[in-house]
């Protein structure tokens, strides 16, 4: 008998489709041998040389759009093979590189969103162009994802926003800034903007709009120089009575909580699932490790005390993508999203990501914190995805306070 | 918008088949009114008490037979329908009680494994009868998962073994006994018995057979008093030459670790299910208590560190149970299951199950800790799972060892 | 040269005093010759036979009185050896069984909070009487610990108070009640009483007074079935116009806040200190276990996994007991004590005795389990710990609320 | 009332000495003033800059000097003044950074370690030198705080050292290399050399002496590039027929495991004060900013969800603080240290900096992952420790073998 079995590349996977298993093939082979030989040269960059004219980050942003996942292509299929297709091939990518797979996602970001409100004209206006979500404000930085004030203390005033549109006939007029935080950026053409939105003399949450970045008025930060997804840039954008035209509305008071709910439902899952690639490339890299390593005349792997934290990251990854697939199929089939389950599944898979970061570097030894081996990348990136794209305990915050059965108080 | 999502029965459960949502519901049924009512009450017995004559114990024995569950029909459904319908069903069982849903389990493993050694005829045989797994020995805790002897010291004797069998012409001889740790045993009518082998004048593990328990010559121990699921009664089994017809061997010396892997790779799954449901039980008792009890004006669901606190419970249930699906549906699709899958399925949802019990009754107070509530039944309940079913520590030693490529090393 | 050190009874002690190695040697005897034996035997009976006439109890709380701890014993010693002498006697008690190591603290509890007071008469007065502390009431969980109401939401009602004082000339009047969570209410004789005071036709924390329970008026509900501590009793006490004299009270509302203050400071610690001896007698029992059991021809301390695991525990006794000492050393040598790190102290201390008891039943196996060895006992104990004198969620609330420095806000 | 208690500048300390004061406020000065000014500065350098003419280190080094701190000063005190005075003085330097800190603590070694050996001739010949510990090498990372064999498999061999001495007249001749985690390697004078001794054709453990690294034949590797502590320098020491005066020797074969064990046990508490010192500097700053940082209309401090994590880091540097201080204080007056004490305080103290410093990095969101604030940098330090001076889970392997009570197996 064989007492051991060699499990698929993600691991305690049923039998794929055809199709899924096309989709995991290229973009592994793609995160093999374009993102991981990058990610390394871009991690050592400075933040403006990352996105400056050398740098191997534009043509991987445009190798990217060869692998046929655009918004468009995703929309063609069922919802539930959607986000199954989705999750298979980020999640490669991410074993890539985080930073690079979270570029590749937050470009499609605009149109991902102009999806949810069912607007597919500004779906084909994104096609093809570099995104961003431009939602967090410096003085509102976990504000944004609670629109409803739940988070608040009772008496406790909302204070200004930071960034502030108002509808003048068929123009939206957008003023302020966003916050450093916002993902892609600094190389974005075209940014999902949410926001409060002027009304009969004062601002209410919000609008949520495409706003074209090369458009009058528009300005950007420098790039933010981090601890890690340093692949990944992240700046602010400033406004100046930039002028929108209304056809690039997504949703406007009525509909502002309920688009905002719909893409943190999304966003969520997906920045989790990249959280369950890196603890992948993690746990990987350590097996491996333990296998060509020797001590005391053998491979570590035959250290039981090895082999027995190896056994541990291993349920630990399976875990979690088994929550971020279980949260997103539930997601792709319900009459609506749950978001506590999206938040499950993003608190989870990111503090998985940095204890299996950090236990597979343990593994290495000194070697793990040297900049010759990968390990200490992998656990700066990890550490990053708990407070990219919300901190986990806002996240956990907001979790709660959806499990509130308002039948019963 | 509603920013709340009310969640099926189990959380994030994408749409169920007619058949999985009819077993659920019933299965719901049978432990809201029978499992539970009866749950508290055989807790408080003397474990001679919870199986005498007396005891509600016997008639829920027999209602459970009425579920439909029975190995033969389940072995009439698809490999991966059947896994699904007996965790949905195995899940409710167990939120109802998970002493008695352990029995129900244990009753069935004759069969089961009857079934996985492809003998149909003892699958017939063990058809109806209580049942129970004898595996375990007094001097063998945790060398019966390891028939292969990884987890030794590498100069370790293996010891003399306290039950052996040897094989007599048409019958099969058994001697020594079974420790005090096999699940049913006081009231198991058959036995699926896994033992040394006596050839040649030495002991070589093992043989598998089923060993009706009305035979001459076997006696039991007087029932373990325990801490937590007092419903599952646990005790030895003495074998003094007892004769079994050869027709009821399972197994030889060849296909001992074999079939050792296998039914451990599908009992590891199941006891982490019922781990799951334990979990959910405490999980929803605590949500429910939050929404009731007041302090300082409001219920305490509305205090922000305790909805905090339940949000994490939920998350852990649902990656629980995420986990133990993807482990089981993995092991029923694919060519051989993954028994590292099936570990990191049972010590992920015991763990979870302790934590979330101990965390449930946190949420209780004072109330937690008395006996007019469950929930000090269920953290007994929980905690006794991390060593049911082989210790999380030896699993997770062994897991370490099924990570080692052959190839690699 | 010796690779390992054997260390004294209480691990990592720098030299005692002669008189402090007298009180450890002392009452080490006692709980080993006294306590052990009788707490497997007080913990079988239901509650009311634990204090019924033919408990153990009775003798054991009698003998205690001869180990010279008395409140007005100690108050001859100066603050810091008084503390270190308390500490080293409390650890030995609890270490032999933490339900009568608990109940000879709360007997004390009325005469030390006297002498926090600095009423000498009432020391005298409670010196050699059981005695408990009242404060806690059934709906007022954790509100009592916070007198300045920080914990509560803003706008969140007190609600009634359930039990009120009034001053009438030189009587105090009580009625209402305290709830089933006072230590030692069914056999004290005499009560710490904390509760509010009716004044001008509202009711405001609050009063102390010390109030003999054999008064007209008094009655006491039956003791509690609880999960652990089953030797410490725990009950309602009713007050129906209770008449105290006057010189029996101990604070009014001017000092009510600081005296709550300095009596949590004060009862944190020791109950930490009870936690430590539960846990070290977790460890001890393990550790002695590992020495004993052999699987695979040699003794399990010899596996690898044990004694890591062990490491583990002994590490976690060793800082629990370190905070312990550091947090009560300050608080008896700096102008206020610091109820923050008594806070400290209860929350690492009980944490430490619960997962420490749980590792080490892990190490017993399944005979961990089972009511033969003590060990599920002992993780009964550790678990009520993290409740008792207040939960310690609510407690670390209050102690982030002393974190803010008020001159930076 | 005073409701909340300013602590001094370590905690819950209890009244220092005046000297001890005084060398806190020195130290502390010089951390603030000096130390914290360099650290961020040295920290973006490149390794080869960090130990360059240029680098702000040089100065630093010399400043320290001036501290009165040296061995010699210090072998004027008690044994128990001498340990406390150490630990406080350290505490502060690492507060201020723990590179610097780690890079003072280094250079004493040699000086530290003759006065282990007794030898006062090196402890002179040692004082005003920078210096490094030499001990671990690229195949033996653990192997060395092993020297008895007892974490090596039963029959694995050893291997060959990759640095051997053997002793001719009066010289000791030195072969081989160190690895590159030999701290302050590339700046140091002096080192303290363990190796192996070839004796009689075979090589055996071994011996200490002091080598002064000017010796010809003696040459450096390039210093290392990696992820925390990065004013800390380390990488190889190469040897080549380095002939060292046989007055140099502080040990031979009989001595070796003996020496070993005491300068472990003076190491690990050491390194585990410095990182009580990193946890305490990551806890302040996130105290700090979460009085600064206002979000909804009110500082974070005022969140009940922060102010609860900000007490269970000053609950965990308090822990670890009284650890480490409690094991030093035994080792300090026991007539044996006891290593598993020193392991216990290294393996507490370097966990709680890692969580504490990633708990407050999550306080500043964000903020807390750029370069423009401290935390991204105290995070990477933390980690650093868990595997500098051993890795903690090799150090808790050998912890566990120094439990077996050799009279009891």
Redo the contacts between chains.
């Keep these: 008998?064989?007492?051991?079995?060699?499990?698929p590349l993600t691991?305690?996977?049923?039998?794929l489709s055809e199709m899924e298993q096309l989709v995991q093939d290229t973009c592994h082979r793609f995160a093999e041998e374009v993102l991981r030989p990058a990610s390394a040269a871009l991690d050592k960059m400075t933040p403006e040389e990352a996105v400056g004219a050398g740098s191997p980050f534009w043509e991987i942003m445009q190798h990217a759009q060869g692998l046929g996942l655009s918004v468009q292509a995703m929309l063609e299929m069922e919802p539930?093979e959607r986000t199954r297709i989705m999750l298979i091939a980020s999640e490669e990518l991410a074993w890539g590189d985080g930073g690079l797979a979270g570029m590749i996602l937050v470009n499609q970001m605009p149109g991902m969103y102009s999806a949810l409100a069912g607007n597919l004209e500004m779906v084909a206006f994104c096609e093809g162009k570099l995104g961003c979500w431009g939602i967090?404000e410096p003085?509102?930085?976990?504000?944004m994802i609670d629109p409803?004030g739940?988070?608040?203390?009772?008496?406790?005033?909302?204070?200004r926003p930071n960034c502030v549109a108002r509808i003048e006939g068929d123009k939206i007029i957008v003023n302020g800034q966003k916050?450093?935080?916002v993902s892609g950026a600094i190389t974005a053409q075209v940014c999902a903007l949410y926001c409060h939105l002027e009304e009969n003399g004062r601002t209410v949450p919000g609008v949520v709009l495409i706003v074209p970045l090369d458009l009058p008025g528009v300005t950007k930060g420098k790039p933010?120089?981090?601890?890690?997804l340093r692949s990944l840039n992240q700046g602010e954008i400033y406004f100046d009575n930039v002028e929108v035209p209304i056809a690039h509305l997504l949703a406007g008071p009525d509909q502002y909580?309920?688009l905002v709910?719909h893409s943190l439902a999304e966003a969520n899952v997906h920045v989790a699932n990249l959280a369950v690639g890196l603890a992948r490339a993690a746990y990987e890299h350590a097996?491996?490790y333990a296998?060509q390593r020797?001590?005391?005349?053998?491979?570590i792997?035959?250290?039981?005390?090895?082999?027995?934290?190896?056994?541990?990251m291993?349920?630990k990854v399976?875990?979690?993508?088994?929550?971020v697939?279980?949260?997103a199929?539930?997601n792709a089939?319900?009459r609506?999203?749950?978001?506590?389950?999206s938040?499950?599944a993003k608190?989870?898979a990111t503090q998985t990501a940095?204890e299996v970061a950090?236990e597979a570097?343990?593994i290495f030894?000194?070697n793990?914190?040297?900049?010759?081996y990968q390990m200490?990348k992998l656990?700066?990136d990890a550490?990053?995805c708990?407070?990219a794209d919300g901190?986990?305990?806002a996240l956990?915050?907001k979790?709660?306070?959806?499990?509130?059965?308002?039948d019963?108080?």
Tied chains: 1, 2, 3, 4.
């Design positions: 008998m064989k007492s051991s079995t060699k499990l691991g305690l996977e049923s039998p539930l967090t003085d509102h930085g976990s504000d409803e739940n988070l608040r203390a009772k008496d406790a005033p909302y204070g916050s450093a935080w933010l120089d981090k601890l890690g909580a309920d709910y097996l491996d296998h020797k001590q005391g005349g053998q491979a792997i035959h250290h039981q005390n090895v082999s027995y934290r190896l056994f541990h291993f349920r399976e875990a979690a993508r088994a929550l697939r279980r949260a199929e539930y089939t319900a609506q999203p749950a978001l506590q389950g938040i499950a608190v989870t940095f950090s570097l343990q030894g000194g793990g914190l040297t900049k010759e200490e656990l700066r550490r990053t708990l407070i901190c986990n305990e956990a915050l979790g709660g306070v959806l499990l509130v059965d308002r019963k108080v």
